[in-house]
């Protein structure tokens, strides 16, 4: 179990990158009151609690905006963080003693939304409040909600290969899936909105795999086994839900002699996937601005702590949970392909040029005008 530690202890160089325009609603709440220590008052506390280290975003970008926004928006509040490492089981291990700790406030993306809800609805017992960050939590009484749309980011996986394959004249033709972890809230509905936009463009799923815990090591044992069933030729694109698992799918693919690539989606914009983007193995990936979600999930745990409303306008949707209508976050996402990445990530300074045109990717990064 990690340790929580308060702002500053080995917060990544990645943060930056941290702009406050990406940090919804800052200002409204600058003029926190310190505590007394003189009168033993309780340094205010959150807990920031990530499903896994697999993924790069939750260690590499969003821990490092959430304290830098937290940093920004109470100076002297206390920032746990916790990463349960893909085991649900130490997920609801830490979420107790996040509270034990004095955590007033618990941000939690949750490995098992489902296995979670007990220990949310202790710690909701005890006057603790949660916001459920990127995937929801059902069956408890929780507070917020934040989520880049799922099915607006799945149906654009499912659009890209649709216009990538038209474009090279391919109208139909069979699909492979590599989708994400069935106890993710929003892993269906990027698989359901990605098949509905493929399926009505005349394409067939002909394998589909939902891939427990999003596991790099168990999408390459999924993709080999579906090449070696369709043959390399048997199949047009690999539709897959994020990057991390994209490295794994272009591997397997590069082994199997699938030339040239096939059409391979991804999410997150892993500076990997960018670089793949850019040399052509990996088409294309979905770029959630996450100094959004993280500033966004600094204000709602702000104003919990205070005790007061969330900013007018933050909040644009309610998710039924099964057990209350969640206020939530939804927010935008964007398409990285070649031409997209100075207007997408680079300009949202995600990723700089110098940490894309390394060596190996120079000569790629001056032909689509990277700077």
């Excluded at 990027?190 to 394409?203: C, N, P, Q």
Aim: glycine content about 8%; some cysteine; overall charge positive.
């Amino acid at each position: 179990m990690e340790k929580g530690t308060r702002f500053g202890r080995g917060i990544s160089s990645i943060a930056r990158f941290t702009s406050l325009g990406l940090i919804m609603g800052i200002a409204s709440f600058i003029s926190v009151v310190a505590p007394n220590a003189a009168t033993g008052a309780t340094t205010p506390t959150v807990a920031f609690m990530m499903p896994d280290v697999d993924t790069a975003r939750w260690e590499g970008k969003d821990t490092p905006f959430f304290t830098d926004a937290m940093k920004t928006l109470c100076p002297n509040c206390k920032v746990l963080h916790y990463n349960a490492k893909n085991d649900a089981g130490q997920q609801l291990q830490q979420v107790e003693a996040a509270v034990t700790a004095g955590a007033k406030v618990l941000v939690i993306c949750p490995v098992d939304g489902k296995s979670i809800s007990p220990a949310i609805k202790a710690a909701k017992a005890k006057g603790v409040s949660v916001i459920a960050y990127d995937r929801l939590i059902y069956n408890a009484p929780v507070d917020y909600y934040l989520v880049f749309d799922p099915t607006k980011v799945g149906a654009a996986q499912g659009q890209s290969i649709v216009d990538r394959l038209k474009s090279q004249g391919i109208t139909k033709g069979k699909i492979i899936a590599i989708n994400g972890a069935p106890t993710d809230s929003d892993a269906p509905h990027y698989r359901d909105s990605a098949f509905a936009v493929l399926k009505s463009a005349g394409f067939t799923i002909a394998k589909s795999y939902d891939t427990p815990n999003w596991d790099p090591a168990e999408a390459q044992r999924e993709t080999d086994q579906a090449v070696t069933q369709l043959g390399k030729k048997g199949f047009v694109a690999v539709l897959t839900a994020n990057d991390g698992m994209a490295t794994a799918v272009v591997k397997s693919l590069q082994a199997a002699g699938v030339t040239p690539i096939v059409p391979v989606t991804g999410q997150d914009a892993e500076l990997a996937a960018i670089q793949r983007i850019l040399v052509g193995s990996q088409y294309m990936t979905v770029y959630t601005p996450l100094g959004k979600e993280a500033g966004g999930a600094a204000t709602l745990a702000n104003a919990l702590l205070k005790k007061t409303k969330a900013p007018a306008g933050l909040i644009n949707k309610a998710t039924p949970n099964g057990s209350v209508s969640v206020p939530s976050v939804f927010l935008a996402s964007e398409i990285v392909t070649q031409k997209t990445i100075n207007q997408t990530v680079i300009a949202g300074k995600f990723w700089t040029a110098g940490d894309i045109c390394t060596a190996a990717f120079k000569t790629a990064c001056a032909k689509y005008g990277i700077k």
